[in-house]
């Protein structure tokens, strides 16, 4: 590990996961405020939503006779024009917890909890309570989101790449670039997999809120910090690649529909991007050994002439063994060791914590005693070489993954000849497989198919953070439904800022330690990666789903996401070569302002105070 990646990591390690979850707290506040400011909670229901009836009422197409539309339920259940959030505007839904149950729309389609029931029906009244309950619950669901991602989804991603013996170049476009893209990826597989009548306006929401935060925002305080002059070719290719990218899903979003074949050719644009990296890179490489131009020339390393998203310098908290000596080894027991393998906290460096990094310490605890006890960590830089084995740790890892993955995606709820649970036949076979690694595997030193417990963990990892993105993704439509806040407003900011801060703080280190190249190269080709493969994977599963064509309803705030995205992304073609490359602070400023109209135009867009027919 170089010098720069341990200064790095030691100066970063404990306050990304801080830094996003205090972004999303003030995102949230500053939705909630500016939505009660325009007045957006002027609803006929209070809280506890009763208003007197027996008078009709006519909302998106339906029409509502009688004393309560809720003695017919099934015509909310046919009628795909109803929204959940219909009751705000229905004077004479008497019963919202009727309403909830009887209405599709509020139905959830991916996850464990139906947190709508939860507000309205489970806690009665107590709607405020509820709020607050859903609100530390999504706080505790976005920290083991980041934790899954960075400390356990990459580690088994760079020892993939290794033991497939893949170059940097492929392996930072392809397996580390996922890593680093895996929650905006995940998040929209799960928005769009809940979507109700073809509203993705969560996961557009996100990918171009995201997209428009780290072009401009993070683009532009990299710039302010530390100008520089960009290398040519990377930033003319990622920015040329992410506009096609943008536009081509501008016209998708138009023409409200998307097929199998165009789903599948935002994967098939990702892979030609891959390869016009990988040859770009092979063609660069062989000019630079010319013989002709074999002088003395101080280059800057590899890594910030081309992007390598993630882990070179990624924050990660490496879970490790702590090393012992001869004399603790010997008094030490392996279950001591299992313990120690599996303790939450970090007792090595908890005195020199601040107060407010022992709380989160505390705070996230228990789901990281989970993932430790189900996913398997195979670390090569963790400075040990056994690469964080432990023979008891390890072999329960064998029955705890399998069976947990099987729970999480509902597969083991499933009966073998209607009568065996697939749970149950998972734990025979995991039990059998993880007694037989204990028995052929030594305390003290690592087996040679150590490396498959990267596979293992990669997969369990995958499952986590899609299981974990679908609860985030039902707790915000959950807020859209009180607050009567669109999935597209809720995408750009709850979930695209509390996705997009890592990358600010981590892009903004890296200008600050020198690096801004590589700094201002992630800043557009992370986002490119994210939404080829945010819109290309959830939408050809969708397609697939729904017979070949997946029909989306466009908003305006869609629309604008969308419009301010090219904006940026053009705006940064013209005046950055214009300037010779240079990244200089008046285009910072810019972007900057560019992003602050960019969130005016949307929330008034939202409030209708801006409005058109699309």
């Known amino acids: 590990m170089t010098a720069f990646s341990q200064h790095f990591k030691m100066s970063q390690q404990h306050y990304r996961t801080l830094s996003r979850l205090s972004v999303v707290v003030a995102s949230g506040v500053v939705v909630l405020l500016c939505n009660r400011i325009v007045g957006l909670f002027d609803s006929p229901h209070t809280w506890a939503g ?40 229905m004077p004479n ?99 769009i997999g809940s979507a109700k009548n073809g509203d993705a306006g969560m996961a557009v929401g996100a990918l171009f809120g995201a997209g428009v935060f780290v072009t401009t925002v993070v683009a532009g305080v990299i710039a302010v910090v530390c100008p520089f002059d960009a290398m040519q070719r990377p930033f003319l290719r990622d920015v040329i690649f992410y ?9 998708i979003l138009w023409k409200k529909t998307i097929t199998k074949f165009e789903a599948l050719g935002f994967i098939g644009l990702y892979v030609f991007y891959v390869l016009v990296v990988v040859i770009g890179r092979y063609i660069y490489q062989r000019e630079r050994q010319r013989p002709e131009e074999q002088t003395i020339i101080v280059a800057p390393p590899t890594s910030a002439l081309e992007r390598s998203p993630l882990l070179e310098h990624a924050q990660v908290e490496n879970y490790t063994l702590p090393k012992k000596s001869s004399s603790e080894g010997e008094d030490n027991s392996t279950f001591m060791e299992f313990l ?44 040990d070489d056994n690469h964080n084995w432990n023979r008891h740790l390890n072999s329960l890892h064998c029955l705890t993954g399998p069976v947990f993955g099987v729970l999480a995606t509902k597969v083991g709820f499933m009966k073998l000849g209607g009568v065996f649970p697939m749970w149950g036949l998972v734990m ?55 607050f009567n806040i669109s999935n597209a407003i809720l995408g750009l900011t709850f979930l695209a800022w509390g996705n997009s801060v890592g990358d600010l703080i981590a892009d903004f280190a890296m200008a600050r330690q020198g690096y801004p190249r590589m700094g201002i190269s992630a800043c557009f080709g992370g986002p490119l990666f994210n939404m ?49 490359f240079r990244m200089s602070r008046p285009y910072g400023i810019f972007l900057f302002i560019l992003y602050g109209v960019f969130i005016v135009v949307a929330m008034l867009a939202e409030t209708n105070v801006i409005h058109a027919n699309v």
């Open 50 to 89: 009763m208003s007197p009836n027996g008078q009709s009422h006519t909302a998106r197409g339906l029409k509502w006779i009688g004393e309560d539309p809720l003695l017919k339920p099934h015509n909310l259940r046919d009628d795909s024009n109803v929204e959940c959030r219909d009751f705000h505007t």
């Open 93 to 191: 839904v008497t019963d919202i917890c009727k309403f909830v149950n009887a209405t599709d729309d509020c139905q959830i389609g991916e996850g464990f909890i139906d947190y709508t029931v939860f507000v309205y029906c489970t806690l009665g009244n107590l709607v405020p309570l509820a709020l607050v309950i859903l609100f530390m619950w999504w706080l505790f669901l976005f920290i083991c989101l980041a934790v899954t991602a960075d400390d356990f989804f990459c580690p088994s991603l760079t020892v993939i790449s290794k033991t497939l013996r893949l170059s940097h170049n492929v392996a930072g476009v392809t397996f580390l670039a996922f890593g680093n893209g895996a929650p905006d990826i995940f998040s929209a597989i799960a928005a």
């Open 532 to 580: 080829l493969l945010g819109i290309g994977i959830p939408f050809t599963i969708g397609t697939f789903k729904r017979g070949g064509n997946y029909e989306l309803r466009l908003t305006l705030v869609e629309l604008i996401l969308a419009g301010f995205l090219c904006l940026s992304l053009v705006s940064s073609l013209i005046i950055v070569p214009l300037s010779k």
């Open 243 to 251: 506009l096609a990218a943008a536009f081509w899903t501008f016209y």
């Open 340 to 383: 120690e393998a599996v303790n939450p906290i970090d007792i090595e460096n908890w005195p020199d914590k601040r107060f407010y990094s022992k709380g989160y310490e505390i705070f996230k605890c228990p789901i990281l005693l989970l993932l430790k006890l189900t996913i398997p960590v195979v670390d090569y830089d963790c400075g």
């Open 428 to 482: 025979v076979v995991g039990a059998v497989l993880s007694l037989t690694v204990f028995c052929v595997t030594g305390n003290d030193n690592k087996p040679r198919f150590h490396a498959v417990f990267a596979y293992l963990g990669f997969v369990v990892a995958v499952v986590w953070i899609y299981s974990v993105a679908n609860e985030i993704v039902n707790i915000l439509q959950t807020f859209g439904i009180v």
